[in-house]
Structure formats: structure tokens, C-alpha cells
């Protein structure tokens, strides 16, 4: 079985910074697209940034110019440099990637970690 390990949550004050990060675990042949998404209590879960395998980016318009995803091939991992964090930054962040094994293409999804941005 296929699992997404996350870790960089915590929290901080309103204009600090924060570094998530997400690895896989088990077997698998590649992973292609990866990103991040987060979800605020009372609210829908929303994407934050996407990159292809290539390194294509795409934002949520409420995150650029503060937020950066990167990821590193080699070790398979995915990143997201938050800065200037808002209150409104608030939210359970999970990571998601699209890999390819034995049984086929399919999304997988990190367990979550609390970000929290305190006024």
C-alpha cells in the first residue's frame, strides 16, 4: 500500500513562515503530478498549488506571490514554502499525488497537518 507522509505544521504568527513537505512510502513505479490542498473548519477543501513532474506550477489566487511548491525528483518529495502567513491561512494542509503502480494511475492523499497563523 501506497502512503504519503507529510510534516512542517505547526503555528505561528501572522506574517511568519512555514515549510510543509511530503514523501511517499511502499512500492510504486513513478509518481507524476503532485500539489497541495487545505481545508478550513466550516469550508470546502480547496487547492493551493499543483506541479506537474516538469516542474509546471499552478496557485490558488489567494496564495501567489506568497506561497512556493517545489518538489525534488530524485527523493520523490514535494514541497510548500509558505510566507506571510494570514489568519485566514488557517487550515488542515494535505498533500496529494498521482501515482502510477500495478494496479494502475491513482490520487493519493497525505494523512493532514495543522497549520494555524495566530493574529
Known amino acids: 500500500q501506497v502512503q504519503l507522509v507529510e510534516s512542517g505544521g505547526g503555528l505561528v504568527q501572522a506574517g511568519g513562515s512555514l515549510r510543509l513537505s511530503c514523501a511517499p512510502s511502499?512500492?510504486?513505479?513513478?509518481?507524476?503530478?503532485m500539489g497541495w490542498y487545505r481545508q478550513a473548519p466550516g469550508k470546502q477543501r480547496e487547492l493551493v498549488a499543483t506541479i506537474t513532474r516538469g516542474g509546471s506550477t499552478n496557485y490558488a489566487d489567494s496564495v501567489k506571490g506568497r506561497f512556493t511548491i517545489s518538489r525534488d525528483n530524485a527523493k520523490n518529495t514535494v514541497f510548500l514554502q509558505m510566507n506571510s502567513l494570514k489568519p485566514e491561512d488557517t487550515a488542515v494542509y494535505y498533500c496529494?499525488?498521482?501515482?502510477?503502480?500495478?494496479?494502475?494511475?491513482?490520487?493519493?492523499w497525505g494523512q493532514g497537518t495543522q497549520v494555524t497563523v495566530s493574529s
Open positions: 496529494n499525488a498521482r501515482i502510477y503502480s500495478n494496479v494502475g494511475i491513482n490520487d493519493h
Open positions: 511502499g512500492n510504486f513505479f513513478s509518481i507524476n503530478a
